[in-house]
Nanobody
Framework: QVQLVESGGGLVQPGGSLRLSCAAS????????MGWYRQAPGKQRDVVAH???????NYADSVKGRFTISRDNAKNTVYLQMNSLKPEDTAVYYCNIHAMPWYGNPPEDYWGQGTQVTVSS
């Protein structure tokens, strides 16, 4: 079993900052990609930022220049630093990892429980 524990969400005023963290634990051999997704009410879940084991990073156009994704492989943790937050960033943010559960098994996707980010004055 793989568990993802997210933290760092909350209420922030427009222009403010938050830092999300997601720590992976349990049984897995290795983690390939790690990422953050978000889902606003009535909308589909979309990718926000994505980082591979090799360090390649991609961002959604809407967050480029404001959000920064990073990972600490020793701690199996991925972070999302969110600056200059806007009301349209309000959503539930989900952590995702693409990990190999055991030797010889194909990689699988695992999801965190989600953390609410609300940007409002």
């Amino acid at each position: 079993q793989v568990q993802l524990v997210e933290s760092g969400g909350g209420l922030v005023q427009p222009g403010g900052s938050l830092r999300l963290s997601c720590a992976a634990s349990g049984r897995f051999v290795s983690i390939d990609a790690m990422g953050w997704y978000r889902q606003a009410p009535g909308k589909q879940r979309d990718v926000v930022a994505h980082i591979t084991s090799g360090g390649s990073i991609n961002y959604a156009d809407s967050v480029k220049g404001r959000f920064t994704i990073s990972r600490d492989n020793a701690k199996n943790t991925v972070y999302l630093q969110m600056n200059s937050l806007k009301p349209e960033d309000t959503a539930v943010y989900y952590c995702n990892i693409h990990a190999m559960p055991w030797y010889g098994n194909p990689p699988e996707d695992y999801w965190g429980q989600g953390t609410q980010v609300t940007v409002s004055s």
